[in-house]
């Protein structure tokens, strides 16, 4: 099945062989840097995420493309679609800013400041000013604090980003290769193979 392209390959050498996968990796690595340069830029771990379920629909449907930007002094308010994760989730959720909530916890050991920290305790927040909110998916009929676990609300530090935009379905692929991990693979095998047997 490969007998033309290994014979080629034998032709060309190990040097050439040697180039295109150094060719490949810097492909690869152009990526990356890119990814994490806009990522950088826009103040977000993930500036691009895909929507994995139909808990937004009409707004988002499955396989929607979304760009985020998550700017450090911008405020969050109601209405707001954001993209957020709870610690030891590994999926980010998309949903809507139902309600938000600025709380100030004071820097010193005051009354005031043990009944605040005994509400806010699991959100652990360190003394200042800080804005929490609550979200809501616009398909589902509860608020999202189940999927908080434990939290009451959440917090800036819990946020990936705003919303900006998107680009229908585009994000299909993805999903199909989450799905189904053996594809991602034989996807990756297949690029790497043409990048190490391309002749240019």
Do not use: C
Request: glycine share 8%; net charge neutral.
């Amino acid at each position: 099945m490969f007998s033309n392209e290994l014979e080629m390959l034998r032709r060309l050498g190990f040097r050439h062989f040697l180039l295109q996968i150094l060719n490949f990796a810097s492909v690869i690595a152009s990526g990356l840097m890119l990814w994490k340069g806009l990522g950088l830029i826009l103040n977000t771990e993930s500036p691009i995420v895909v929507v994995l379920s139909g808990s937004m629909e009409p707004a988002f449907y499955r396989g929607d493309l979304l760009f985020l930007t998550n700017p450090p002094g911008q405020r969050y308010h109601t209405g707001d679609i954001t993209v957020y994760r709870i610690p030891g989730a590994e999926i980010p959720i998309v949903h809507r800013v139902l309600e938000t909530r600025d709380v100030f916890i004071p820097f010193e050991n005051s009354t005031e400041n043990r009944i605040i920290n005994n509400k806010l305790a699991k959100l652990k927040l360190p003394p200042g000013e800080h804005q929490l909110m609550l979200t809501k998916g616009d398909n589902n009929h509860v608020d999202d604090i189940d999927l908080y676990q434990g939290l009451e609300w959440l917090d800036r530090r819990h946020i990936i980003g705003k919303v900006r935009g998107f680009l229908p379905y585009i994000g299909y692929m993805a999903i199909v290769v989450n799905d189904f991990p053996q594809l991602k693979y034989a996807l990756l095998g297949g690029l790497g193979l043409l990048a190490v047997i391309q002749q240019q």
